[in-house]
């Protein structure tokens, strides 16, 4: 990756995590920077920067995995690398110690780094008998379809490449990329997929019918679902953006044209020495 030390660089924080609001503002003055190469604002002012993002070349991000997938929704048809600072309790997504960043930021900033790209999904909402879709929607983890209440089960249909799979009866259905897999597809049962592999997964939360197991879908595949009770069906994207849906309406999700860019170090840990460590798969006996 080409040097960026003197292009715009956003540094974005989480107000909610009242110490990110300090460390930015710090961590810009410590490294020299000005309002002439930078910019910087909280995840909930991002949208009022986007007149910036076609110029930014970087995004440094202080919180959690939330904060990094809440960043992707407003920039990820930019196509800007993402940097991301944990503040946050797990932080599959994040690359840097808060104690580190003004350490290692640097190498990052002149370059000395790989960009690793994540496959997103477009997940399209088409009305009953409508063949233009109403919505659509881009996720970096997952899009999710179930039920509006808290104790009723869901009845999806489900087809891939248009052809019908399965009835689902259950609490709800992800549909995750390799970067959700560690997220409710996982807590569900589902497998866990290296981040840059682009393959769609398929799981059903808590199913009493239908498959109960998770499929695991070449990129090129498109899933349908259609609910098929009058029930108050939702949808949701990256566990935001939710969206009722009535019988007759389906949900039309396939892997997206844009992908989600992170900035990783040459010598970053093996994905899988992270997984272990996050999730604590370490035997300590």
């Known amino acids: 990756m080409s040097n960026i030390k003197n292009k715009l660089i956003g540094f ?19 490294l020299g920077y000005s309002e002439c190469n930078t910019w910087s604002t909280s995840l909930d002012e991002l949208s009022s920067y986007e007149n910036q993002f076609s110029k930014t070349s970087l ?38 110690d808060p104690n580190d960043a003004l350490e290692k930021l640097p190498e990052y900033i002149n370059g000395r780094v790989r960009i690793e790209e994540r496959m997103m999904l477009e997940a399209s909402i ?32 489900v087809s891939v ?19 959700g897999s560690t997220g409710y597809s996982y807590s569900a049962g589902g497998p866990i997929l290296h981040p840059e592999s682009n393959e769609i997964i398929l799981q059903p939360v808590a199913p009493h019918t239908g498959l109960r197991d998770s499929i695991v879908l070449p990129r090129n595949s498109k899933v349908t679902l259609r609910p098929i009770k009058n029930d108050i069906t939702i949808v949701s994207a990256d566990g935001d953006s939710e ?3 009535n019988v007759g309406d389906k949900l039309v999700i396939k892997s997206g044209i844009y992908s ?8 970053t840990v093996s994905f899988y020495n992270t997984l272990a460590n996050k999730l604590g798969l370490f035997n300590k006996s």
């Open 260 to 267: 989600a860019k992170f900035l990783r170090s040459l010598s």
């Open 12 to 30: 974005i924080y989480n107000s909610s995590i009242p110490e990110t609001s300090v460390f930015i503002k710090n961590l810009i003055c410590e």
């Open 243 to 245: 969206i009722q849906l």
């Open 126 to 157: 088409f009305l009953s008998n409508n063949d233009k879709p109403r919505l659509t929607i881009n996720a970096l983890n997952d899009v999710v379809i179930g039920n509006g209440g808290v104790t009723k089960l869901s009845d999806i249909e």
């Open 59 to 96: 995004v440094v991000i202080a919180g959690g995995d939330g904060s990094i997938l809440k960043t992707v929704r407003s920039i990820y048809n930019y196509s800007i690398p993402i940097l991301g600072i944990n503040f946050g309790k797990i932080g599959f997504m994040t690359e840097l």
């Open 161 to 179: 490449d248009d052809n019908v799979l399965t009835i689902y009866r259950s609490d709800a259905v992800v549909v995750s990329t390799a970067t």
